[in-house]
């Protein structure tokens, strides 16, 4: 079946809708989620024309890439209110009715039964759909998505909110492109790293010292908080094994400092150690205020090995519930290595767990002071053996500041982890 | 001077241009930045029309945008490598050369000096500007922009880097369109309100029932977890005080639905009504595994009413550290109303605090059972009179329920003050 599929599905184009993507209220992520797993499958997205909730600016949109490709994707517009006029364009343009979907509407009627919500008319607006499209059900909302088939094009019509363009996507959409799709690229031709412990400049300069990248590899690098993602990719016609050569030397160039080969968050990969070790893990958090147990429970399954932890925003909390010593607090203040290794160790002993982890800092912007200016942040580790406590200085405001915080516990946690089995393993 | 400028800057289009744009690498922020500022000063984005770095893709958006307005920003391309094509497809369109401008060959060797490199021949190509264009010093980069005026028409090219872009826009663009600009809109045509308790739908619907909104005034939406922010503008010459009418009838049909009338979020709404109590609040979280705290501590200042809390993620921690009763989880499960009711009593009375928080609940995907399905989550709030427990059941997955049950804590914690309030004012 795959080779005879008569529309051409090596090009694309994205009609995004919505007044909120061009009055500076939200940004517009679809081009990415689409973007990068189209790239996957050997599908370039030639365009993304953005449009307010406007019947003709639509349609207009959609007359020019009828034009110029076979695969369209309009995301946006497939709401219940009034401004949601996604359907009604494209039917325009293709010479087609809006008709409602018997079996659209018994889902949609479903959902809003199972949220205790009665459906009322803008509602079962929700179960329209162009006459002739395919729906396409939507796992985490309401109005499903729409594959439309014409003698010589194919369109899906998508929901707006990125969760649920991309569940769409990924239950809908993909497989079926992968299903046509007559040469999809074989084996990826990248590589991932994800790493912690050096900046961004810092891995610049060390590529730089060593002469990496080698000749028809490049490398890309996504920043966030406390971590960096690395991207090898083979240009153009490289040999084979060059990129597999360039795996090995980021390895040893490396080392521990990398997190995982994958694309995945340090969450997930502390869950997986803990996991491995049957180990449990508690928190107890200051200047985070629960974004650490937050992160960290953001993991399906992750009760298996985090049993909880304390959020002691409070001096006084810090005494009381974690046996943090009064004295300490006042020789060193509550921000200082000492008060994060007692929170480490207290909170530890408290829950019963295997590992225990503490964050104080001042995340700003206010209550710095020259010695302790926001962004000063310790963190401490805890184990049956030892308790390790470092200092760091975070940059940004606060928000990051925090969010550098819980990267960085977490990388803690793990070094500590495959640390121990280096020393099993040699001792 | 203002008065007399001939080219009409109340509606704007953008192009961005660049393959990772496109291809999953990178999110396109531009529309976003420009889209408010720009807004801010009555001008709106038609459209924003993203390329790859190629000559024929530009030329022919932008021949489209030419055709549809008078103001055109271009991002990106103005590098030293040989993809940046923005400037030669410009001249083409405009029938122009491009040329060597002295003044940018200047500035671009002493930022080359300054970052200790060498200027090359690619590096020099960044001193090209279109014939007849005004360079855009670049404060936090080396590629100037450039403003280019025809008889009808202006047009901005941009440097791509969202740092770049922005210093640009903020030196040279908005300070130049301010000049220019005819009706800068004095007072914001807007109002704003944050709604809880009524879901997108239920307000088209009791929209429509009452016959909402009056004419010349538009409504929009913008949803997320647990909270839509409305937005009510005023649409062409309205007359003055429509939008005041229409305030107070939104006021009248949502009532304590109404969280605020201006763009802010449920942590610092009730930030700021603890604050004007001088009350104090603690949290005990299970499902939201310190989400919740984390958003308290998002805002600046919080530690001043937030003393912190338990995260008891594990039913064991539930009876220890918070006293829920061992007979109740073993009758009632721990994700029911009693033990929501308990956690947020036990937190209350151990932290010491006037209001106390307990969230537990199935955030899923695993974990759910027919009568306990995931989604299902009770919230339970306490003050020194009461503790009133709420089931929910929230959509989405893990992460949709652990927001909006965050959200919904936080509404819940909000009402309960507000109503406080009123009981005091009749009694």
Not at 154 to 164: C, N, T, Y
């Amino acid at each position: 079946m795959n080779s005879e599929y008569r529309i051409s599905l090596d090009a694309a184009e994205l009609i995004s809708t919505g007044a909120e993507l061009l009055n500076g209220r939200s940004i517009n992520s679809h081009a990415r989620t689409l973007g990068g797993r189209l790239n996957d499958l050997g599908i370039r997205i030639r365009r993304d024309t953005t449009v307010p909730d406007d019947f003709d600016d639509m349609v207009d949109a959609l007359n020019g890439a009828i034009e110029r490709v076979d695969l369209i994707f309009l995301t946006g517009g497939l709401g219940p209110t009034e401004d949601d006029v996604t359907r009604d364009a494209v039917a325009h343009v293709l010479g087609r009715n809006v008709v409602m979907d018997d079996a659209s509407l018994k889902f949609v009627r479903e959902r809003y039964q199972q949220y205790g919500r009665t459906l009322n008319a803008p509602g079962e607006r929700q179960a329209l759909i162009v006459d002739g499209a395919e729906p396409l059900i939507n796992r985490v909302g309401v109005a499903p998505g729409e594959r439309i088939e014409t003698e010589n094009k194919v369109l899906f019509l998508l929901p707006g909110p990125p969760r649920e363009l991309l569940a769409v996507l990924e239950d809908h959409v993909l497989p079926w492109l992968k299903e046509k799709k007559r040469d999809i690229p074989e084996s990826p031709s990248e590589s991932i790293f994800l790493v912690c412990g050096l900046g961004e400049s810092n891995l610049v300069n060390l590529f730089e010292t060593h002469g990496f990248p080698p000749r028809g590899i490049a490398v890309a690098y996504g920043a966030s908080a406390g971590r960096v993602e690395l991207r090898l990719s083979s240009k153009g016609a490289a040999e084979p094994g060059i990129l597999d050569q360039a795996r090995s030397r980021i390895r040893s160039l490396l080392g521990s400092n990398i997190v995982a080969e994958e694309r995945v968050e340090l969450e997930e990969v502390i869950g997986r150690l803990l996991k491995d070790r049957r180990a449990t893990l508690s928190t107890a958090e200051s200047c985070t205020g629960g974004m650490l147990g937050d992160r960290i429970t953001s993991v399906s399954g992750s009760s298996s090995y985090y049993r909880g932890g304390i959020i002691a925003y409070d001096n006084h909390m810090k005494t009381q519930w974690l046996g943090v010593s009064k004295d300490v607090i006042e020789k060193d203040g509550a921000v200082s290595g000492e008060v994060a290794r007692q929170m480490a160790i207290g909170v530890r002993e408290r829950f019963g767990t295997d590992f225990g982890m503490g964050i104080t800092g001042i995340a700003g912007p206010g209550g710095g002071t020259k010695e302790k200016p926001a962004g000063l942040v310790y963190i401490a580790c805890s184990d049956e053996h030892c308790a390790i406590a470092k200092r760091f200085h975070f940059p940004g405001g606060r928000e990051l500041v925090r969010e550098w915080s819980c990267v960085t516990a977490m990388d803690m946690l793990r070094r500590m982890m495959v640390e121990d089995d280096l020393a099993e393993s040699i001792g």
